[in-house]
């Protein structure tokens, strides 16, 4: 069954997951759950298992121990091309796009719909033309992608997954490169894109603020396990930061939003 039909099935059930690599334990196991439709931030130190724990939700690594299911099922029970229509996955360093422009960047969206001899349909066509008008990408469509700044290939990377019509995209530090502008610019999107389309996102931030300001909810790794789940407001405590970075911060308010901001004693 799958959990946009059934509204009481979670989108992820990790069950006691962990992950060891070299004999060192990464990612102690944990059990969570992550809901259809919102923008969870993974945020805590270098080191902590942020993206460890995403390439498992993308089955980039397989758990050492535990299970993961994706809308009741067990990761390892889908295909590849199946899982791929329902979750896209941007790693922290997107591979060159040589000799390649924006659509046909965006393109490669579709492969798991239509496969490498498939036809580009009509329907494929349009999925691409829209996933370049969400991302404001229309006008550079036929520019080499090797020529576009840094916030414009992100924004083509972004552009193929919503091609892709997954229902979860993850996103390991997708601001990571980018200046403060393009920071804010990639998450506003993203942020607009979840709300309007229902689509989850989780992804992991270095900055404290930025994903306040653009999550739903953060989950906060320590060590390999989570020391703080919950909203902005709950998170953004001195008591719960000194938890996740062992450092003393303190919190202001926004003078218009009110929203919380952290900042180092």
């Keep these: 069954m799958d959990a946009a039909k059934n509204p009481d099935l979670h989108l992820y059930d990790v069950d006691g997951a962990s992950f060891v690599a070299g004999g060192r334990t990464i990612l102690s196991p944990l059990t969570m759950t992550l809901e259809p439709g919102r923008f969870y931030g993974l945020v805590g ?44 996955y941007m790693p922290q360093f997107t591979p060159p796009a040589e000799g390649m422009n924006v659509r046909e960047l965006v393109s490669l969206g579709r492969f798991p719909w239509h496969g490498a001899l498939g036809r580009f349909s009509a329907d494929d066509e349009d999925k691409v033309t829209r996933a370049l008008v969400q991302t404001s990408l229309t006008k550079l469509a036929e520019r080499m992608v090797d020529s576009l700044s840094g916030g414009e290939r992100q924004r083509a990377w972004l552009a193929m997954m919503l091609a892709q019509d997954a229902r979860c995209l993850l996103l390991d530090e997708p601001t990571s490169a980018l200046d403060l502008a393009h920071q804010v610019e990639i998450l506003a999107l993203v942020r607009q894109l979840s709300r309007e389309q229902d689509i989850a996102v989780v992804a992991v931030l270095h900055d404290i603020n930025m994903a306040a300001s653009f999550c739903n909810e953060l989950i906060a790794l320590r060590e390999g396990q989570i020391v703080a789940r919950g909203s902005p407001d709950l998170i953004l405590d001195p008591a719960v930061l000194d938890s996740i970075y062992g450092l003393a911060m303190g919190i202001t308010r926004h003078p218009q939003t009110g929203a919380p901001i952290s900042y180092v004693l």
């Design 45 to 88: 130190p270098n080191g902590s298992g942020k993206s460890t724990l995403l390439k498992l939700l993308a089955r980039q690594q397989d758990p050492a121990r535990g299970s993961i299911r994706f809308s009741g099922r067990l990761l390892e029970t889908y295909g590849t091309r199946d899982f791929a229509r329902s979750v896209a």
